[in-house]
């Protein structure tokens, strides 16, 4: 196959299957490791496709969604810093409540501190991480796992969910427009945000700057909905002045990756 059909070949299968992998096209193409990078890489430089960890996505796609793996890689200082900002809203006493990602994985690494915390969630590697912890009560919701990002979902999630009132909830997001609202790209995972966000006193988003301006396939909030987003310093003044012109209380942590819009990851 020539270099051309074959390329042709890789954004057919984007178009196909929202994302591949470096592996699945040695395998369907029969070339070498070095040659699909390479493909990938011209590719993205044409400005075709964006490379992701492993593989690649259509340059516009609502509908992708990275692994946990792949999140838990990406932006790591940024969303260690935003846990320790979102932290202090938290008091001994509280009924929180952790939405799934790797953000809330920082967090919950921060919870130890508390000696009387009861904490709900649908994530399996916060539940994990929590199960040892003294002094916090684990509520843990059932449902149907949703193997790549490692949380549960479905009618069974929101029927507990639709019983119980926390303080709190902290919310991760895959994007957050002022004016399109907070989108994620899977139906199963807005849905339960939206059980969580109404079993809430006060809704705190966590979300680095790269998810900002960012529309997916499903709206689950509108910006109004949340009390308090806490970012990076990677946000634009004029996303500062866009979210805080609705309304939209903002907590910025320092990373020292302060850039402007056209410089967003």
């Known amino acids: 196959m020539?270099?051309?059909?074959?390329?042709?070949r890789i954004l057919d299968l984007l178009n196909e299957r929202y994302r591949v992998d470096v592996q699945g096209?040695?395998?369907e193409l029969q070339v070498s490791e070095s040659t699909i990078r390479r493909d990938l890489k011209e590719l993205e430089e044409s400005n075709h496709l964006k490379r992701t960890h492993g593989g690649a996505i259509p340059l516009y796609n609502v509908h992708f969604e990275p692994s946990f793996l792949e999140k838990e890689i990406s932006n790591c200082e940024q969303k260690k810093a935003i846990a320790e900002g979102a932290v202090q809203y938290i008091e001994d006493g509280d009924v929180?409540?952790?939405?799934?990602?790797?953000t809330m994985l920082y967090l919950a690494k921060e919870l130890k501190r508390f000696k009387k915390l009861t904490i709900v969630?649908?994530?399996?590697?916060?539940?994990?991480?929590?199960?040892?912890?003294?002094?916090?009560?684990?509520?843990f919701l059932g449902g149907t796992?949703?193997?790549?990002?490692?949380?549960?979902?479905?009618?069974?999630?929101?029927?507990?969910?639709?019983m119980i009132h926390v303080d709190k909830a902290f919310i991760a997001t895959n994007g957050?427009?002022?004016v399109e609202g907070i989108s994620t790209p899977?139906?199963?995972e807005a849905s339960i945000k939206r059980k969580m966000i109404a079993s809430a006193k006060k809704v705190i988003l966590l979300a680095d700057s790269s998810k900002i301006n960012e529309i997916k396939h499903v709206k689950f909030a509108k910006v109004s909905?949340?009390?308090l987003f806490v970012t990076d310093d990677g946000i634009s003044e004029e996303s500062i002045e866009a979210f805080q012109s609705n309304g939209l209380m903002l907590h910025v942590v320092p990373c020292g990756v302060k850039k402007d819009e056209a410089g967003k990851s």
């Open 121 to 139: 969630t649908n994530a399996v590697p916060l539940a994990q991480e929590l199960q040892a912890y003294n002094g916090i009560e684990l509520i």
């Open 225 to 227: 909905d949340i009390q």
């Open 25 to 27: 096209l040695i395998q």
């Open 186 to 188: 899977n139906i199963d």
């Open 145 to 162: 796992l949703r193997k790549e990002v490692l949380s549960l979902v479905g009618p069974f999630a929101e029927h507990v969910l639709s």
């Open 176 to 178: 957050i427009h002022p």
């Open 2 to 8: 020539y270099e051309l059909e074959r390329k042709r």
């Open 96 to 102: 929180i409540l952790l939405d799934s990602g790797t």
